[in-house]
RNA sequence: GUAUGCGUAGCUCAGUUUGGUUAGAGUAGUGGAUUGUGGUUCCAUUGGUCGUGGGUUCGAGUCCCAUCGCGUACCCCA
């Protein structure tokens, strides 16, 4: 009998539980305050919504759901299709899992435009899932958080969107870095070697700039087919130092005859020169080698890393100009970050920062003494969830051992001894089980107590 | 899809290099020291077809093959 979770989802524990939550409160205080309002969608969505938005590697890791009832009814043998898995994917599966909340929110719009005012701003934090392999900080089930602007094209939406990556990780203690680039000018950069239709190749082989180098960089590209002279063309922009403003000012010139290049550029600066003013706490870098793989985004984007733990991005988003477009409303543009919260916790996790006052558990629990003393206790415990003070009574007269193991392992502070004695006094015994001190008190008093904890 | 490592008690692991009697430890569980007191201590005790199947051998947890499962890295991404 195989009882094990799927691979790359898991179980999660209360103590687990307890932190996860801590990440999404923080997330959501900081989102409702930012004035998003929140929304779901269905995690089953039409496979025709999901098909070809997250690229060609994007359709290979989507989860696809067989079709209900005898799935093969509609397909004929003879013909040569159902040899060709793409093919015959297309008939035996209709639906899918979601792979990213961005997506279907572009469809919830399409579909509930007329109950929407624009610009809506909203957040969602559901799971999403992806059939890729499982490792370090990479799972098959996992939780988005985002929140998306739509139908604004302001650029102080991008400047909101940094605020709010600022405000969250300043919350949760974690040294991160934003880095920033715009889509146009990485079009650019394929426009100035004549080579549009490589802008994918191009963007993926510059996107490991700090990992494999120029040299292995220089070598992908000519694999992917570009020439000698394309490399020279843009070593100077593949070789960009300095501080933010002297990158800029750098590309403004390289790309001067781009039109698209210049929007890019003076997009970027705008954002940036209002973030300077904001005077955030969190590092804010132009990095023209941030890519980002999913095909949509047309404008900025954005990636988070934690300064502190090797670990892929936890944050991500940016621009897209047209994704509701694809589901027939055009000219609605839209901008938004995701926090990948499963990533979050393994940050705060392998660096012990969670706050220790957030498991919320029992404050009282009432040792049971037998049938007496226990039908006393359920009406005292009944006062004081009254006054929300979150109490239990232990269900069976067993062993007194037992009963304190018990709300030691749940961490319950105080435990309340009512056995005979203190019945015949009409009074409760209340033990704090931190230091171990013991207090001979009213049911009134000891609400009193409890109340201002 | 590519590369690589690991599967032994509920959990964490030792034992595998160099095959050799009845497979160990810590922890958790249960009972007790302690019939009104947990977190510390002490004693006892339950728990394993060594992932599965096959092979080599007088003999396999250990060597070989297959298979299943899990992890890590690349790719890609939160």
């Known amino acids: 009998m195989n009882c094990n ?54 359709d290979k890791l989507l989860y696809k759901v067989l079709n209900s009832g005898n799935f093969l009814d509609k397909i004929n043998f003879e013909d040569e299709q159902t040899t060709d898995y793409k093919k015959l994917t297309t008939k035996i599966s209709e639906k899918g899992l979601r792979y990213d909340l961005t997506v279907p929110f572009a469809r919830f719009v399409v579909n ?30 996992f939780y988005q958080c985002d929140a998306d602007i739509i139908g604004s094209d302001s650029l102080l939406n991008e400047v909101e969107l940094c605020e709010i990556i600022d405000e969250v990780f300043e919350s949760l203690n974690l040294k991160v870095i934003i880095k920033l680039n715009n889509r146009k000018i990485l079009a650019a950069i394929a426009e100035l070697i004549g080579q549009e239709d490589k802008i994918i190749d191009i963007t993926v082989a510059i996107d490991k700039l700090d990992k494999i180098g120029y040299e292995k960089v220089c070598e992908e590209l000519i694999e992917k087919g570009l020439s000698k002279e394309n490399i020279i063309k843009i070593k100077p922009i593949l070789k960009l130092q ?33 973030i300077e003013r904001l005077n955030l706490n969190t590092e804010v870098e132009f990095d023209i080698t941030l890519a980002r793989g999913l095909n949509y985004y047309t404008g900025a984007i954005v990636e988070v890393k934690c300064k502190e733990v090797s670990m892929g991005s936890i944050t991500g988003g940016g621009r897209y100009d047209n994704l509701t477009g694809i589901f027939g409303m055009p000219n609605v543009s839209g901008v938004g970050v995701s926090f990948g919260a499963d990533r979050i916790y393994d940050c705060l996790e392998e660096l012990n920062r969670f706050p220790k006052e957030i498991s919320n558990t029992t404050a009282l629990m009432f040792v ?53 004695r203190e019945l015949q006094e009409n009074k409760i015994m209340l033990k704090n089980m931190i230091t171990g001190e013991q207090t001979l008190l009213t049911i009134d008093e000891m609400e009193n107590l409890l109340m201002f904890k």
């Open 5 to 58: 979770v799927v691979k790359g989802t898991r179980d999660f524990l209360p103590k687990q539980m307890s932190k996860r939550n801590y990440i999404f409160n923080t997330i959501k205080e900081v989102y409702k305050l930012h004035g998003f309002l929140q929304i779901e969608t269905p995690a089953l969505e039409n496979l025709s919504t999901l098909m070809g938005k997250y690229g060609e590697e994007g």
């Open 242 to 274: 300095g501080d933010n403003k002297s990158k800029i000012n750098t590309l403004k010139q390289l790309l001067s005859n781009s039109e698209i290049g210049q929007k890019g550029i003076t997009e970027l600066e705008e954002v940036f020169n209002n």
């Open 368 to 420: 049971n003494f037998g049938k007496e003393e226990e039908k006393q206790c359920m009406q005292w415990a009944r006062q004081l969830r009254q006054k929300q003070i979150s109490t239990e009574v232990y269900p069976d007269c067993v062993k007194l051992q037992k009963q304190m193991k018990y709300a030691n392992d749940k961490q319950i502070q105080y435990v309340a001894l009512v056995g005979e």
């Open 112 to 141: 509930n435009r007329n109950d929407i005012t624009f610009p809506f701003k909203r957040y969602q934090i559901q799971p999403v899932w992806r059939a890729d392999r499982p490792q370090k900080g990479r799972y098959r089930e």
